[in-house]
Every structure is written in C-alpha cells, then in structure tokens.
C-alpha cells in the first residue's frame, strides 16, 4: 500500500464529502424538510471540519513547512486559493441555509449549483496542494519541525478530536484509513473517536446512509 500523508487523508475526507453533497442534492425531493435538515446537520460539520484545516494549515502548517524548504511564494498561492475556497464557501453555507428553511425546488437546485462550484474550486486545489506538497510532508515525517506541527494540531478539544477522527474515517479506503490512525496510539483513538466521536456517528454519519 502506498504511504499517504495525514494531510492527503484529510483532503479524501473533503473530497469524499463533496461529491456526498452533489449526490444528495441532485437527488433532493423537492418538499422534503426532513432531508433538508439532515443536509444542514452534515453540512455543519463539514463547513466546521474545512475551516479549521484552512486555519490551521496558516497558523502551523504553513510555519513548518517554510522551515523544511517550501518556498513563500508556495504558501501565497497556497493561501490565495483558500480566499478563493472561503468565497465558494460562504455561497454554498447560504445556500443550504435556505434549502433547510425552505426545501424547495429552487432552493435545492441553488444549493446543487454552489456546491459544485465549492467541489469545483475545493478539488483544484486539494490537487495544487498535494503536488506541491505531499512530497515534503512524506520525506520529513520524522523531523522535529513536523513532529511538532504535529503536537500544535493535537492541541484540541476531545470532543473535536473525536469528531474530526470519526469523521475522517467514515468511508475512508484502507490508504487514507491507514495514514490516520497512524498519528495516534490505537488505545488513545480507541476512546476518542469511539466516546466523543459518538455525536458524529448518531447525528452526520446517518445522512449519508439515507
């Protein structure tokens, strides 16, 4: 199996979630309020999951990086295209936002729309990133500048360590599956992702079943 890093697994679970996204709303029965507000629940976490990546790939990735060789000019680019994400980002958050107050027809196929624009603009850059990227994460997993990036990223809530993790491994592959829970003792996210990744499971992983 080939080695993935925690970053590219990351950008599986957007990617994977993304393409959730366009299925249901190009499948959305117009009237449906129930789907709408199951929608809404997925897309919460979703929204939540993807700016705390952005936010945290500027405050720690970014540094690390640098400091392993990337170039700034890079990272600009890298950060440019996540102002052009945040932008598709806030259409789509206000498109489903009147899907669930509405669940109509014109409201779904609004959403349908700026969702494939975020897929669109979101899979374009997942793609720069890991080109430019994924090499140098992979060649400097054991240096102490990723190590520590590592620990700065662990530095969360348990209640959203257990739902990023139960989230990133929901309809993870065996490659992006490993490449997770690589980064924790198996014992540690054991009780993580099975305690306080129980919200996640009882309330986004159904949407997706449905």
């Not at 392993?68 to 600009?76: A, E, K, N």
């Not at 662990?154 to 139960?166: D, E, I, L, Y």
């Not at 491994?169 to 980064?183: M, Q, R």
Request: proline share 3%; hydrophobic share 45%; net charge negative.
């Amino acid at each position: 199996m080939a080695e993935m890093s925690m970053n590219k697994a990351i950008h599986a679970a957007f990617r994977r979630d993304l393409q959730r996204f366009v299925d249901a709303l190009g499948a959305f029965s117009a009237g449906d309020q129930a789907r709408a507000e199951q929608l809404a629940t997925a897309w919460a976490n979703f929204d939540e999951q993807l700016v705390r990546h952005h936010e945290g790939e500027h405050d720690i990735a970014w540094p690390a990086l640098e400091s392993v060789g990337v170039s700034r000019d890079v990272l600009t680019q890298m950060d440019a295209e996540h102002d052009t994400m945040a932008t598709a980002l806030a259409k789509a958050r206000d498109a489903i936002a009147s899907l669930r107050r509405t669940a109509s027809a014109e409201d779904a196929a609004t959403a349908l729309a700026a969702m494939q624009e975020l897929q669109r603009v979101t899979v374009l850059h997942l793609d720069h990133e890991e080109t430019e990227i994924e090499g140098v994460y992979l060649a400097n997993k054991d240096t102490a500048e990723m190590k520590a990036m590592g620990r700065q990223f662990s530095k969360v809530s348990p209640a959203q360590g257990g739902t990023f993790f139960a989230w990133a491994l929901d309809g993870a592959d065996p490659e992006a599956s490993a490449a997770i829970t690589g980064t924790v003792p198996k014992p540690v996210l054991t009780i993580i992702s099975g305690v306080f990744g129980r919200n996640y499971r009882k309330s986004v992983a159904p949407v997706w079943r449905s």
